[in-house]
C-alpha cells in the first residue's frame, strides 16, 4: 500500500527518567480504519497518542502520517488531525458556541463551512449553545470536544479514552458517530480500557507495560484463542478461586462477573477440575464449556 | 493576524467573564491609592516627649518652649531629674526623653557650651530617626537665638548671622502624598503585570486546554503574543486609571509629558510579561505560579526605592538593585511627573529597560515549548 495512504509506526520508544513508557511499537493502520488500542491504564496508550499527534516527541522510532513525518512535518501533521484528549480540556468558562467558534478560527475555517461533519453531533447539544462548557455533563462535554476536534475536517482523528466515565447510553451514542465518522473516510484511531469496545473497532491492538501484545481484528484474536475456555460456579466462589488457583493443571483462573474463567493445561480435561473441586466439598457447582471473548483472549496474553 | 486578534478577543471574553476580575481591575487601585498614599508617609506629628528640667531658667524656658510650641512634639510629663526622664521611657509615657542639667543658663552665659540629654525609645528605629532629625532642627533653632541674644548683648557690633531659607524643588511643600503616589501606581501596573499573566498561562495548563491548543498549528509567537496584549493593554488601562485617580485625588501635577510615561509603561510591562511568561514555565499550577510571583513582587517592591530610599541601601543590595525593574519606572515616573524631566533626563533609563524587555521576552519565548 502507497505510504500516503496508509499510518506507520516503526519502533517508537519512550521513556520517562526510569520509567518505559512505550517499547518497540509498532504498526500500520491504512486509511479509514477505525482502530482501538486496548489496555489496562498505564499500558502507554496516552503517551503513544500524544506522540502521535505530536505533543511529545519519541526517544527512538519513526511515524509517518499518510507520508508525514511525525517531526519533520509536524505542521502539517497538525493540520490533518483532530485530537481529542483523555481529560476534558476545552475552556470550561467560554460557552460550547464560543469554543466551537475559536477552534473553529484558529484552525483557519468556520462552523458554517464544516457544519455537515459536526451535524449530526452538534445538533444534540446546540440548544445549549450559551451554556459555559463547565457546566454540561459529562456526555455533553464528549460531544463538544469531538464536535471541536471535527470542526476543522481532519483526515485523522485521534481520541483518547473518549467513553471513561460517560454513561452507558452516552458511550453507545458515541460508538455510533464513530461508525457514522467513519463512513466519512475520517480514519480514526481510540484508545479505551473497555474491553467491550474493542469488538466495535475494525482492528484492534493489545497494549500492556508499553508493549503491544497483538494486533488483529476482534473476530481474529477471539478465534486465535488456542485452549478450551470453561466457565466455573459454585456456592463459594471465594475459596473456589483459591482452590482453583492451587490445583496444578490450572493455566489461568480469573473472576469474570458471576462466573469464574478458567484455562487449563493441554494434557488435563474438565472431569479432573470435577474430580478435585468435589474433594474440597464444593457444593452447587456449575462448569460449561464456552467461546472465548476479546477479554478473555486479554487476560490470556497478560498471564503471558 | 486574525489568529491573534481572535486570540486576544477570546482572552479578554474569559479575563471579563471571571466575576472577580472587574471588580479588582477598577477597585484595587482606588483602594490601593486611597489607603497607601495617605497612611505611608514619614511625616510625625505628636511625638510624645517627656522633659525634665532641672535649672529652671529662663534660657531652660525657651529651649522646652521649642518644643511644646512645635506642632511636632505632645509634651506629655514634666520633672527635674535624669531617672524622671528614664522613668517616662520605661514606662512608655513618652517616645523620648528631654533632660535639661542644673546650671545651664550659666554655662551659656559663660560659653561653655552646657549639655542637655535625649533619650529615644528606638524600638521602631524609624521613629527614633525621625524624633532625633526634628529635635536636631529645634535645637539648632535654640542655639541661633542665644548666638544673636548674646551678640546683641555687646555693644555695637554686627551680629553677622546667616540666614538659612529652605526652599524643596519639585515639591514644595514636601507632601508625601504627591511623592508616594507615583509609586504607588507603578506598584499597581507591577502586580497586574507579573501576576495575571504568569497565573493565566498556567491555568491553561492547570485546565489542559493548552494541549488542546498545541495541537492546533497556531503558532508560538501568535500564542504568546495572543497572551500577553490583553495584559499590556490591561496595565496600561490601569496605569492610565490610576493617574486621573492620582490628578482628581491628590492634585498630584503632571509636568512632564504623559506619552513619556506610557511609552516607558509599555516597555516596563514588557519585562513584567516576560517574567510572568518564564514564571509560567517554571510552574504547573497557579498556586505554585502566585507564590513565585509574589517572591519576586515582594524583593522588588522593598527594594524599589518606593519607601526607603535605594541611595542608603548597602552596595550589594544597590547592585542587586540594578536588576529590580521597578526601581527605573519609580524613578522615571517620579521624575516626569513632579520635575517635568524630558527625554534626556531618563533616556538612560530607557535603554535599560527596554534591552531588559528585550532579553526577558527572548529568554521566555525560547523557553516556552509547545512539544514534550
Known sequence: ?304 | MRTIGFFIQKEFLQIFRNRSMLPMIFMVPIIQLLVLTYAVTYEMKGIRIHISDADFSSTSGQLTGKFTGSPFFVVTSTGTTHEEAEQALHLGKADMALNIPEGFERGIMRSESPQVELLYNAVNANVAGLSSAYTSSLIADFQGNMIADLMGGMQGSIIPVADITYSYWYNQEMDYKLFMAPGILVMLVTSIGLFLTGMNIVREKEMGTIEQINVTPVKKYQFIVGKLSPFLIIGLGELAFGMLIARLMFGVPFMGSIWLIFLFAALYMLVLLGMGLIISTLTNTQQQAMLLSWFFLVIFIMMSGLFTPVESMPDWAQWIDRFNPLTYFIRVIRLVMLKGSGWDEVKDQFYIIGAYGVVMISVAVMRYRKVG
Open chain 1, 1 to 304: 500500500m502507497e505510504s500516503n495512504q496508509q499510518i506507520i509506526a516503526k519502533g517508537i520508544f519512550k521513556s520517562y527518567k526510569d520509567v518505559k513508557a512505550l517499547e518497540d511499537i509498532s504498526f500500520s493502520i491504512p486509511r479509514g480504519e477505525l482502530f482501538g488500542f486496548i489496555g489496562p491504564d498505564g499500558a502507554g496508550k496516552t503517551t503513544l497518542f500524544r506522540i502521535l499527534v505530536t505533543l511529545l516527541l519519541q526517544d527512538k522510532g519513526e511515524i509517518n502520517l499518510f507520508g508525514l513525518d511525525s517531526r519533520r512535518d509536524f505542521r502539517k501533521v497538525r493540520l490533518m488531525t483532530g485530537y481529542m484528549p483523555g481529560r476534558f480540556s476545552l475552556y470550561q468558562d467560554l460557552s460550547v458556541e464560543e469554543n466551537l467558534t475559536f477552534f473553529a478560527t484558529i484552525f483557519g475555517t468556520t462552523i458554517k463551512e464544516n457544519y455537515h461533519l459536526i451535524r449530526d453531533i452538534y445538533s444534540q447539544i446546540e440548544p445549549f449553545k450559551k451554556r459555559p462548557a463547565g457546566k454540561l455533563s459529562g456526555g455533553m462535554k464528549q460531544k463538544l470536544a469531538l464536535s471541536c476536534a471535527l470542526i476543522h475536517k481532519p483526515e485523522l482523528l485521534v481520541l483518547d479514552e473518549p467513553t471513561t466515565g460517560v454513561d452507558a447510553v452516552s458511550r453507545k451514542e458515541f460508538w455510533e458517530m464513530l461508525g457514522n465518522l467513519k463512513k466519512l473516510g475520517i480514519t480514526i484511531i481510540v484508545s479505551t480500557p473497555y474491553m467491550d469496545e474493542a469488538s466495535l473497532c475494525d482492528r484492534v491492538a493489545l497494549i500492556q507495560d508499553g508493549k503491544i501484545m497483538q494486533t488483529d481484528t476482534p473476530a481474529n484474536i477471539v478465534s486465535s484463542y488456542s485452549a478450551p475456555l470453561y466457565a466455573i460456579r459454585s456456592e463459594k466462589m471465594h475459596k473456589l478461586i483459591n482452590d482453583l488457583r492451587t490445583f496444578p493443571e490450572t493455566a489461568s483462573a480469573y473472576t469474570f462477573g458471576q462466573y469464574i474463567h478458567l484455562t487449563l493445561t493441554p494434557t488435563a480435561k474438565a472431569e479432573d477440575v470435577v474430580g478435585f473441586l468435589s474433594e474440597k466439598n464444593h457444593t452447587g457447582l456449575e462448569i460449561n464449556t464456552i467461546s472465548p471473548n476479546i477479554e478473555d483472549c486479554f487476560m490470556n496474553l497478560m498471564v503471558k
